[in-house]
Structure formats: structure tokens, C-alpha cells
């Protein structure tokens, strides 16, 4: 079956824009991720969707961020006035349930300028 | 918190010989869940193998294997017959699954695995 798909896979930026990053999660799956990962670096936790429950938010790095998911479908991440800090590869992941196994997407690069 | 660290930043083997990558995590937490994944150059991070915290049986699936010790809380990989298409970045995951708060992983630093002809 289709895996995990993220759009755009790069998306180049200047500084103080706002960008939109989608991730289209496996069908079926309740739970969606999203992570950050640094150059170089491992991956951060941002944010935690479970069917219709309120999201776990802890991990956002700061109010310019913000995501949304309808159900059990499409998310999306906003970063509005993008920084060059936010240049990272962003990763998004979905599993059956918050206890299984979580399946990632191919990320998307964003470079901001 | 929990942490998750991986000691070795590179790593190199030759094709078809064995190679050991290292993880150690600190929690106080007794039922986890821990994971290996690798990510290749084209980014896709792909599930190696997959420990309950609680099975004393260590995980294999083929040619990978883990030496799980909850006591020591050390997670390490064996990668048998080793193949260029080992080659990639393998991150060790910790996850505690809470209801509210879901599986978020907790990831190390990563070991970047070069396997040569």
C-alpha cells in the first residue's frame, strides 16, 4: 500500500515568509508526527496527532509554528515569518496507533534564505 | 527526561564482515519501547528492528539483531554479512507511550555507517 507522502519535498524561502508543509498520513493510521531534523543531527519531537483529541503541542519551538490535522487525514505545518534557524529537513510520521510503530515520510527540506 | 545517546559518530566496515553499533539510554521508566532506524542519502527514514522493553528476547530480523540489557540500559545493532546497501545514517529511538502524549521518539545523534567493497 502508499506510504507516508510530504509535499513539497524542498522548498526554498526568504526569510520573514510564512511556509506550508503537507503530510498525507497511511490510511487507517490514527496518529501522526512531526519532527524536525537538524543538519547533522537527530530528530526533535514538534507535534502529536491522535484521531480527534486535542493535540500534544510540547514540543513546537516557538508560537511561529502551528499545524493542523482534519480527522484522520492530511496535516499541515505553517511556519509563518520564517527564520534561518527554521532550515531544517521536516519529517513526518503515522502509525496505526500511539503505541505502534511509527512509519515516516521522505521529509521535506526547507532552506531559508 | 529521557535521553537516548549514540557514542560512535562513524563507523566503517568491510562487505560481508559483522559490525556493532552502540546506544545507551537513561530512564526510570520500566515498560518502553526501543527502535533502530536507518536513513540512507535519499532521507527516508526506514524501521530496522523493533525491542518491547518488557521481552527479554532480543529482536532479529534477518541479518539484524539487538543486544537489549535493560539493566545496563544499553540497545546495540549487529549487522551480519554487511552490504553496501547498509550504507546510512542509524538512529536509536527510545519511545514511552502515553495516551495523551502519544509514541513520540526520542532519538540519538545518529552513527553514520560506511560498509566498503
Known amino acids: 500500500g502508499a506510504g507516508v507522502s510530504q509535499s513539497p519535498s524542498n522548498k526554498v524561502t526568504e526569510k520573514g515568509k510564512d511556509v506550508e508543509l503537507r503530510c498525507d498520513p497511511i490510511?487507517?493510521?490514527?496518529?501522526l508526527y512531526w519532527y524536525r531534523q537538524r543538519l547533522g543531527q537527530g530528530l526533535e519531537f514538534l507535534i502529536y496527532?491522535?484521531?480527534?483529541?486535542?493535540?500534544?503541542k510540547s514540543g513546537l519551538p516557538s508560537d511561529r509554528f502551528s499545524a493542523e490535522r482534519t480527522g484522520e487525514s492530511v496535516s499541515t505545518l505553517t511556519i509563518q515569518r520564517t527564520q534561518q534557524e527554521d532550515s531544517a529537513v521536516y519529517l513526518c510520521?503515522?502509525?496505526?496507533?500511539?503505541?505502534?510503530?511509527?512509519?515516516f515520510g521522505p521529509g521535506t527540506r526547507l532552506t531559508v534564505l | 527526561a529521557q535521553t537516548v545517546t549514540q557514542s560512535q559518530p562513524e563507523m566503517s566496515v568491510q562487505e560481508a564482515e559483522t559490525v556493532t553499533l552502540s546506544c545507551t539510554y537513561d530512564?526510570?521508566?520500566?515498560?518502553?519501547?526501543l527502535f533502530w532506524y536507518k536513513q540512507p542519502p535519499s532521507r527516508q527514514m526506514i524501521l530496522v528492528i523493533r525491542?518491547?522493553?518488557?521481552?527479554?528476547q532480543n529482536a532479529t530480523e534477518n541479518r539484524f539483531s539487538v543486544n537489549f540489557q535493560k539493566a545496563a540500559k544499553s540497545f546495540s545493532l549487529k549487522i551480519s554479512d554487511s552490504q553496501l546497501g547498509d550504507t546510512a545514517m542509524y538512529f536509536c529511538a527510545f519511545m514511552k507511550p502515553l495516551y495523551n502524549q502519544g509514541g513520540k521518539l526520542i532519538f540519538g545523534q545518529g552513527t553514520e555507517l560506511s560498509v566498503k567493497p
Open positions: 525491542q518491547e522493553a518488557y521481552k527479554q
Open positions: 490510511s487507517g493510521h490514527t496518529a
Open positions: 530512564t526510570s521508566e520500566s515498560n518502553y519501547y
Open positions: 496527532f491522535q484521531g480527534n483529541s486535542a493535540p500534544d
Open positions: 510520521a503515522s502509525s496505526l496507533g500511539y503505541t505502534d510503530t511509527q512509519y
